[in-house]
């Protein structure tokens, strides 16, 4: 209860903050102040929440490191593994559960550090608000520029919020990054971005079949590579038709019921479509190509591809169909004025106009499909073949990464951390999409707008 | 009647006969008689609402674009029956051109906003027939010296004024006989609105003009005859002089001075 009895006060005193303060500028003598009384209230409640709420979450962050660092002191010379082994058996008997060979003095120094620290905190915080409240209380006074100051912190908070984006994505490059380096280590880049051979294998005994692991990752970019063709082979045309007719063709009525049914494909689990593609597709495949001659097995890019781009095509339906009826009606009448029909406008007028987003719709589905897995795992296999034949099985970026992890292994084999050089190759080939299709979508935008 | 203006043609360009138009089971247009002469500019003024720019588009069937819009009477082009479901739209509007309320240049450069009408009706076999084209329909709108410097710059880069000339110049490249304008002016400043009004008097020696306007100094200005709407209804059609001096209709003089609208 005492742990998160501080957040509760800091929002009460908060809000007593802002009612005080707005009444402390509202006694002031007349005349016209650099913001309304709801500027100076939120001067106050922000000076009394902020900075009790920061040392809040830095308590929290750093409190563990230092109960951590008493209590492991009394156990002088453990490795790292060690040290931690014990430090968690310590804490699950603190909880309660019963462990073999804790010692009971650390066990309980754990309890009693905890409590001081959690008063601690409830004292430090509460003092730290009310501290805020007076510092503000004593500021507040007609000269006092609330709306500016106001404005300011909303503008930081805004600016706060849209930095997390990045700097978690820094944060997840630089991870991929540092285990990269170390796979790097063990396997050379050369190999890994040139070699035609994909076994991620690691052997259990000296003399094993296949005892060394091949990590040639050619093939299972050539993989991702072919599906996504295919898929987009699908998804394109039959997305950007389809949004064509529902942009300028379909009535209201008929658009009204399609254009939801087609975004309900989107909304179906990725894992129904790899049953459908490996339970119904494949085989039904792998049949006709026995009647028509062809050698289709049972797990073939082919399957995994079409079903893909089946899955696909709202993204370029949904988004063309956006952008195509956004493009404004004048445009449209310019054009049937001069004579022209429909698909004459919708070709040389609307299409034009529309292109930025209709490309932004594609590389959405671009991306999509490169970042799909469950589709492939079960429609198009886990085989590294390196083929251009969508008729036999193949193996994807994604699928990889998902087997190299799944199963017990080592985080410091070569298998796992192939996983990792997979993830961040994935990444920047999708980040090198991205910055190609903005590219597009801005020389398009500075000759069309 | 007196015919003011040197017409060599009798023949009235367009002829409507008991034109309505309904949207849904609104009628806005009643039973509008008329005939537009050729060679001369038409003013159809009316306060909004009052179903000029609706008749406006029946001319050129802009209305079918509406779906709930129907439209009953018969309309004439040159004695032809323009208002039948047999009718080719396409080979309508390219001899009916259209100029908007707010220009509409295509988000394609000038040349290519120029080029579209006669692309698409193959009005120019050869390149070089198109640039001649381009260039003519240019300057008949009065911007040629403006943009020849620019002609592959996008349309949308154009001043106000300038997009709307463009517009005309685009209208007239498929050469047609009349040009439909809708309030061609009223998204334009002063000094851009009497360009566009010195141009349409221009264009006037080759060109049958509609315009719907709102500003009565401007049909005042431009106009031979003047047709006055009210509540759908065609009120008055006269000379223009005869409209602004010495109206027949008490609705007329009261609207032109300013009594409402």
């Not at chain 2, 640039?131 to 009065?142: F, M, P, W």
Request: proline share 5%; aromatic share 8%; glycine share 8%.
């Amino acid at each position: 209860m005492l742990t998160y009895l501080p957040l509760l006060i800091i929002v009460l005193f908060g809000v007593g903050a802002f009612y005080a303060s707005r009444a402390r500028i509202g006694a002031a003598p007349e005349q016209p102040l650099p913001g309304l009384p709801g500027h100076y209230g939120w001067y106050g409640t922000l000076w009394t929440v902020v900075p009790a709420t920061l040392v809040y979450a830095a308590w929290a962050v750093i409190d563990g490191q230092i109960i951590r660092n008493i209590v492991l002191s009394d156990h002088p010379g453990l490795s790292g593994a060690e040290a931690t082994l014990l430090f968690v058996s310590i804490e699950n008997a603190a909880a309660g559960v019963m462990t073999e060979d804790v010692p009971m003095a650390s066990v309980e120094l754990l309890l009693k550090l905890e409590n001081l620290s959690t008063t601690a905190r409830f004292a430090v915080v509460t003092a730290v608000s009310v501290l805020g409240f007076f510092w503000a209380w004593q500021r507040i006074r007609p000269e006092l520029t609330a709306r500016d100051r106001v404005e300011t912190a909303l503008l930081v908070a805004l600016f706060i919020a849209s930095i997390i984006a990045i700097l978690t994505t820094v944060g997840i490059v630089l991870s991929l990054v540092v285990e990269t380096f170390r796979f790097f280590q063990l396997v050379s880049p050369f190999e890994f971005f040139f070699g035609l051979e994909w076994s991620p294998q690691i052997a259990l005994r000296e003399d094993q079949v296949a005892a060394s692991g091949a990590f040639g990752a050619v093939p299972v970019f050539a993989g991702t590579l072919l599906i996504t063709v295919i898929a987009m082979l699908v998804a394109g045309p039959i997305g950007l038709m389809s949004a064509i007719y529902l942009a300028e063709y379909a009535h209201p009525r008929v658009r009204a019921v399609i254009k939801p049914l087609l975004e309900i494909l989107a909304g179906i689990p990725t894992v129904v479509y790899g049953f459908f593609a490996a339970l119904v597709l494949a085989p039904s495949m792998r049949n006709l190509g026995v009647d028509l001659g062809l050698t289709i097995s049972s797990e073939s890019a082919l399957a995994a591809g079409l079903i893909m781009g089946i899955m696909i095509i709202p993204f370029v339906s949904s988004l063309s169909d956006d952008i195509m009826t956004s493009v404004p009606m004048s445009l449209r009448e310019g054009s049937y004025g001069l004579g022209a029909t429909a698909s004459e406008t919708i070709k040389r007028v609307v299409l034009p106009a529309a292109t930025p987003g209709i490309v932004g719709g594609f590389m959405l589905a671009i991306s999509r499909a490169i970042g799909e897995t469950m589709i492939v795992v079960m429609a198009a296999g886990l085989a590294a073949n390196l083929t251009a034949n969508p008729f036999e099985a193949v193996t994807t970026v994604t699928v990889q990464i998902a087997t190299l992890l799944v199963g017990d292994h080592e985080f410091d084999s070569e298998k796992t951390m192939a996983a990792f050089a997979l993830g961040l190759t994935l990444f920047f080939v999708t980040l090198a999409l991205n910055v190609v299709a903005l590219r597009v979508v801005q020389k398009y935008s500075e000759r069309y707008d | 009647m007196v015919i003011t203006s040197v017409s060599s043609n009798p023949q009235p360009t367009l002829v409507a006969r008991e034109l309505s138009v309904f949207y849904g089971e609104k009628q806005a247009v009643f039973d509008v008689d008329l005939d537009i002469m050729p060679r001369e500019v038409t003013a159809f003024i009316g306060p909004s609402g009052c179903g000029k720019s609706t008749l406006l588009r029946c001319f050129n069937r802009m209305n079918d674009l509406i779906e709930i819009c129907r439209t009953t009477g018969s309309m004439l082009l040159d004695g032809h029956d323009i208002a039948g479901p047999d009718v080719d739209v396409v080979q309508l509007r390219s001899r009916i051109g259209m100029v908007f309320q707010k220009p509409n240049p295509f988000p394609k450069s000038v040349y290519d906003n120029v080029a579209y009408g006669p692309r698409l009706h193959g009005l120019a076999p050869s390149r070089s027939d198109l640039d001649e084209l381009v260039e003519t329909s240019l300057r008949r709108a009065g911007i040629w010296d403006e943009v020849k410097d620019r002609v592959d710059q996008p349309g949308t880069s154009l001043s106000g004024g300038q997009q709307q000339r463009l517009c005309i110049a685009r209208a007239i490249a498929v050469r047609p006989d009349v040009l439909l304008m809708d309030e061609p002016c009223s998204a334009l400043d002063p000094i851009a609105t009497a360009t566009i009004e010195e141009l349409i008097d221009e264009l006037r020696s080759e060109y049958t003009i509609i315009i719907v306007t709102h500003n009565m100094q401007q049909a005042a200005r431009v106009s031979q005859k003047t047709a006055f709407l009210n509540l759908g209804r065609l009120i008055e059609f006269d000379e223009t002089t005869k409209i602004f001096t010495n109206p027949s209709e008490q609705s007329t003089q009261d609207y032109i001075t300013g009594r409402f609208g």
